[in-house]
């Protein structure tokens, strides 16, 4: 199993959200999730430059940090369907801020990334 190289430093609140949201897909799982992409196919379309593997990944993470659900429904093949628990719910208005910075910023931001 992996091992961190650096200790985990959770002495504020922004260290603990880096912690939860680090990883590159989870915030626009959160909110496809939150759009109604339940299936991982689904949101595997949703998000087509991410591997299978690392969206499974980010899922599992996102479980476990309790912010998702994951339901298996017992057919052939299984069916799995993801839902944003309460505690989820709580950080889609977070979300829909950084995402109207973002689109309110992009023509600035792109120069500067691509600098």
């Known amino acids: 199993m992996y091992e961190k190289k650096i200790p985990l430093s959770l002495n504020c609140g922004l260290d603990l959200i880096a912690e939860v949201l680090y990883g ?13 992409y339940k299936r991982p196919s689904e949101l595997q379309r949703k998000i087509p430059d991410a591997s299978r593997r690392v969206l499974n990944v980010q899922l599992n993470e996102l479980e476990a940090h309790e912010l998702i659900s994951k339901v298996i429904f017992p057919v052939a093949p299984p069916k799995v369907e993801y839902s944003l628990t309460e ?8 979300i829909s801020v950084l995402g ?8 600035r931001l792109r120069q500067l990334i691509l600098k």
Do not use: C, H, S
């Not at 505690?87 to 977070?94: C, D, R």
């Open 24 to 36: 590159k897909w989870k915030i626009r799982l959160l909110w496809f999730i939150n759009d109604g």
């Open 100 to 107: 109207a910075w973002g689109d309110e910023n992009q023509e």
């Open 87 to 94: 505690f989820g719910k709580t950080l889609i208005p977070v």
